[in-house]
């Protein structure tokens, strides 16, 4: 394909990741709201999907209201949101010890997840982005997996996390000290680019995989899971991914585009009728 296409029609589905993507930082990246709004008065169904666990689903809904696109929670898909889905399926009434932040451990308890603070109890040990990491939690994941039996599950993949001044530890760490000191591998990691993540984002669209277009700034996360599952993704260069990148990549999108506003088909005026615009075919 040649660097920069847009997509051929407009899809039922859209996943939209959030930082690079839809906003940076505090401000709407250029065309993301009409863009959006677009999509969704030509009848398209929308979700926002984020790895970071550190703010809840309302949170974000809240910013991403805030900006100019009205959003509800159950709009906005976090790696804990694929967390609490993927428990309920591979470990329903499970004991988890959570070596997270209090804001995932609430989600959880909200969410039904029987959460204990002794290591021996736990058939699961849940490892997230915590910025109150320390021995004393390292030790307790320790106890659970290496006496206890516990299996562990990450929130998401994430080597550190960045920020205005830089970055710093994300999940992976936390997870790279357990794995270290337990001897034992995580039986998953739920959020961008697994399955999983996927799976929870066409669960709450409520739709078949080929009917959405996953629309993101980064080719390992974003769009790896596109591929995962049979969506569409859409790569737009206005965050962590250059376009000099893309030449012998591992994983390929299925269209680039500069900016939000191409994700509208060619010719497609905001108010033409959508007509057959969705009966194009779907990129290989």
Do not use: W
Not at 123 to 135: A, G, I, K, L, W
Not at 254 to 267: A, C, K, Q
């Amino acid at each position: 394909m040649s660097l920069l296409t847009r997509p051929t029609r407009i899809y039922p589905g859209y996943v939209f990741d959030l930082d690079g993507t839809v906003y940076l930082g505090d401000s709407l990246l250029p065309h993301a709201a009409e863009t959006i709004r677009e999509l969704r008065l030509r009848g398209s169904r929308v979700v926002y999907v984020t790895n970071k666990p550190l703010q809840t689903a309302d949170d974000y809904a809240r910013k991403l209201t805030r900006l100019g696109l009205p959003t509800r929670r159950s709009e906005v898909v976090t790696s804990v949101d694929s967390l609490v889905d993927y428990l309920g399926r591979e470990h329903p009434q499970a004991a988890v010890l959570a070596v997270a932040e209090r804001s995932t451990t609430d989600e959880l308890r909200r969410a039904g997840v029987t959460v204990t603070t002794e290591p021996l109890e736990a058939q699961v040990v849940v490892v997230s982005f915590d910025r109150t990491f320390d021995y004393e939690k390292l030790n307790a994941a320790f106890q659970a997996v290496r006496y206890g039996g516990a299996v562990i599950v990450a929130t998401n993949p994430d080597p550190y996390c960045p920020t205005p001044e830089g970055g710093i530890p994300d999940c992976a760490a936390m997870l790279a000290a357990i794995e270290a000191c337990s001897g034992a591998s995580a039986e998953a990691v739920v959020g961008k680019p697994s399955i999983h993540m996927a799976r929870a984002l066409v669960g709450r669209l409520g739709m078949p995989a080929q009917d959405v277009a996953v629309i993101g700034d980064r080719l390992l996360t974003d769009m790896a899971m596109a591929r995962s599952l049979g969506m569409t993704g859409v790569l737009v260069l206005t965050g962590a991914t250059r376009a000099d990148s893309l030449e012998g990549a591992p994983v390929q999108p299925h269209y680039v585009v500069d900016f939000l506003s191409e994700l509208l088909p060619e010719g497609l005026s905001p108010h033409e009728p959508e007509g057959l615009s969705r009966q194009g075919p779907d990129p290989g």
